[in-house]
């Protein structure tokens, strides 16, 4: 009896680790992600309109592995692998803007620093979402609300593809595309601690707006002199 009890209980510990484990994204059990996907918001699209509304859910909340998921081809093997980094690039840009409004340390200089090192737009808008008539095609117009390195701000026109009854952004990986993931991954990190470094500072300094920008722009360029170019 307490051979079957000890059974029972580590059999238990195993589901709920499992089941912790894909709802954490600790790891991939097929099943068990994928429900746990779903039940985040972030279940595979049906339609057109579900992939495009699920990718822009994705980069509002900074969630680029997720945003994977909505976009096809080698765009999305390759923002997969960088996924990481660029949500915590994107989180301490956000951090960072939050601290500096919650103390009105925040200006237009600042703003266009930030700009300078935000890889994807955090909000956007759709537009004319078209399903071609093979029916396995459409079209949209992809429209960044917030400032981005990577779409512009007239827009960008994206193709949708439905494989297997699952639809996904066609992005295609551009040269430009790609100079954008390569950059988040030689220079995310240390992007990451240059703004959290003067984020620390304005939460225990006595500081001004300015000096703000001196100290973002000072780090920023320890890691990159072009971000400060012109500025």
């Known amino acids: 009896m307490r051979l079957l009890h000890l059974v029972i209980v580590v059999g238990l510990v195993v589901v709920v680790g499992a089941v912790s484990a894909a709802f954490l994204d600790l790891a991939d059990i097929p099943f068990l992600t994928e429900f746990a996907h779903g039940v985040k918001g972030y279940g595979l699209a049906k339609t057109p309109d579900e992939a495009l509304e699920r990718y822009k859910k994705a980069l509002e909340n900074r969630n680029y592995d997720m945003a994977?998921?909505?976009?096809?081809?080698?765009?999305?093997?390759?923002?997969?692998k960088q996924a990481r980094t660029a949500s915590r690039l994107g989180k301490a840009i956000d951090n960072f803007r939050s601290t500096a409004k919650d103390r009105s340390l925040i200006n237009d200089k600042v703003e266009v620093l930030l700009a300078k090192v935000e890889p994807f737009p955090k909000t956007i808008s759709v537009k004319d979402v078209k399903t071609l008539p093979d029916g396995d095609k459409a079209v949209a117009l992809i429209v960044p609300e917030s400032s981005s390195r990577l779409v512009p701000k007239a827009g960008l026109p994206v193709t949708l593809k439905k494989?297997?009854?699952i639809w996904r952004?066609?992005?295609?990986?551009?040269?430009?595309?790609?100079?954008?993931?390569?950059?988040?991954?030689?220079?995310?990190?240390?992007?990451?601690?240059?703004?959290?470094?003067?984020?620390?500072?304005?939460?225990?300094d006595a500081t001004t707006k300015e000096n703000v920008y001196s100290d973002l722009r000072e780090e920023l360029s320890k890691v990159d002199q072009s971000l400060v170019a012109g500025t």
């Open 68 to 80: 994977a998921r909505y976009v096809d081809g080698d765009y999305a093997v390759q923002l997969r």
């Open 169 to 204: 952004i066609d992005f295609g990986l551009t040269p430009a595309a790609r100079d954008v993931l390569d950059y988040i991954d030689k220079n995310g990190q240390d992007l990451v601690n240059a703004l959290d470094a003067v984020r620390s500072r304005m939460k225990t």
């Open 163 to 165: 494989t297997d009854g």
